[in-house]
């Protein structure tokens, strides 16, 4: 199976960008092999590369990569005929998720026809040129949920039951906070300890895109994770887990949770007036 976490994330004043992220396991009855999770769809147009979309997809592997194809074969004809080979609007984004609604629909109703169970989902993600991000997750239907706005995220696969979801909601994430957080971080952390309860769910082994408008307001990026982020990504998350477990154990042994909650309040104040 597969765990695959889309987050939006404000990452300055009225400006948005999306982090997808997915481990690299998949499984088909006892056999488990590396997997491609994350599919970028970029206009390629006089040597240059115009991004349109993140799609992340989850259950049987032939259907998810027809699915990515379809979704950017229509994304690609609506750049060019529609868009004037720029990255969509939020507007035209949402226009475009209803003709890859549509053409989902049909494939997998002619699949169910067949006597052919639909297992799949997928998020379809882009960030416009003003900063504005969606997120839309397909059902094995066809049909397209937009999670932009509530709740900010999406989360598919099998690791969503297995802890996915929870330790989002656990660790504090919400787009109202996220500014002050490294989603990148979040993600890779998120899908290392569901891994690690789940055996259909690897490592975080670098699979991570993220899109947003760039330093200069003008252009829209799209780019994966870089090694050197990996690897340091890597260490972090073995750390924190070592920082939760500390804590934990500290509340064990503390007076009571308010003792630690009041020590844990002086030294975030006394870290904030040192300047760090």
């Known amino acids: 199976m597969t765990l695959v976490i889309a987050l939006k994330w404000y990452v300055g004043p009225n400006e948005e960008a999306i982090v997808v992220s997915a481990d690299s396991r998949a499984t088909v009855g006892p056999v488990s092999y590396e997997a491609r999770k994350i599919y970028p769809i970029v206009l390629r147009e006089d040597d240059e590369e115009i991004p349109l979309a993140i799609a992340g997809g989850a259950g049987d592997a032939s259907i998810v990569k027809q699915s990515f194809r379809i979704a950017e074969r229509l994304l690609i004809k609506m750049a060019r005929e529609e868009w004037g080979c720029k990255t969509p609007s939020f507007e035209e984004f949402e226009e475009a998720v209803r003709a890859v609604e549509a053409r989902f629909m049909r494939r997998f109703s002619q ?149 630690v909650d009041k020590m844990l309040e002086e030294a975030f104040k006394k870290w904030l007036k040192s300047g760090n």
Request: one cysteine or more; hydrophobic letters at 40%; a negative charge.
């Open 111 to 259: 699949l169910r026809g067949q006597g052919i169970e639909v297992d799949f989902q997928m998020i379809l993600a882009s960030v416009d040129p003003h900063g504005k991000a969606s997120i839309y997750l397909f059902d094995p239907r066809g049909l397209a949920e937009p999670m932009h706005d509530d709740p900010g995220f999406a989360v598919i696969g099998k690791g969503f039951f297995t802890g996915g979801n929870l330790l989002l909601k656990l660790l504090g994430y919400s787009p109202s906070e996220s500014a002050s957080m490294d989603l990148g971080l979040l993600t890779a952390f998120i899908i290392d300890v569901v891994s690690e309860v789940d055996t259909s769910v690897g490592p975080f082994v670098g699979e991570s895109w993220l899109m947003r408008v760039d330093e200069s307001g003008t252009k829209v990026v799209l780019g994966p994770l870089k090694d050197e982020a990996l690897r340091e990504f890597k260490d972090k998350v073995k750390k924190r887990r070592n920082l939760i477990r500390k804590l934990w154990r500290l509340c064990e042994i503390a007076e009571s949770e308010e003792a």
